[in-house]
């Protein structure tokens, strides 16, 4: 089993910047890709972006492209998403998640982290 945890999460005004972590635990290498996704109540889970653990491939959704970056640790086996010049629309309950294998489902989720952004 794998045991994620994120960490980060706050209230931003816009235009501001957070950096969420996720650390991870347990049977880390089985990992083959770490990805950040995000939900709005009543809304479906939105990717964010994704990275494989050995950092070769990184997934941005449109909607955060330029603005958003995912970047791992592997030492600390530890990913982050740096988000900037964030909007009240980034507001969402933000997820990691593990994925064993390319194609496969992402089998390992977080708690999630609230990020509210308001003045």
């Known amino acids: 089993q794998v045991q994620l945890v994120e960490s980060g999460g706050g209230l931003v005004q816009p235009g501001g910047s957070l950096r969420l972590s996720c650390a991870a635990s347990?049977?880390?290498?089985?990992?083959?890709?770490m990805g950040w996704f995000r939900q709005v109540p009543e809304k479906e889970l939105e990717f964010v972006a994704g990275?494989?653990?050995?950092?070769?491939?990184?997934y941005d959704a449109d909607s955060v492209k330029g603005r958003f970056t995912i970047s791992r640790d592997n030492a600390k086996n530890t990913v982050y998403l740096q988000m900037n010049n964030l909007n009240p629309e980034d507001t969402a309950v933000y997820y990691c998640?593990?994925?064993?294998?390319?194609?496969?489902?992402?089998?390992?989720w977080g708690q999630g982290t609230q990020v509210t952004v308001s003045s």
């Open positions: 347990g049977r880390t290498y089985s990992i083959y890709s």
């Open positions: 990275l494989t653990w050995g950092g070769r491939i990184t």
């Open positions: 998640a593990g994925q064993v294998g390319y194609g496969k489902p992402y089998d390992y």
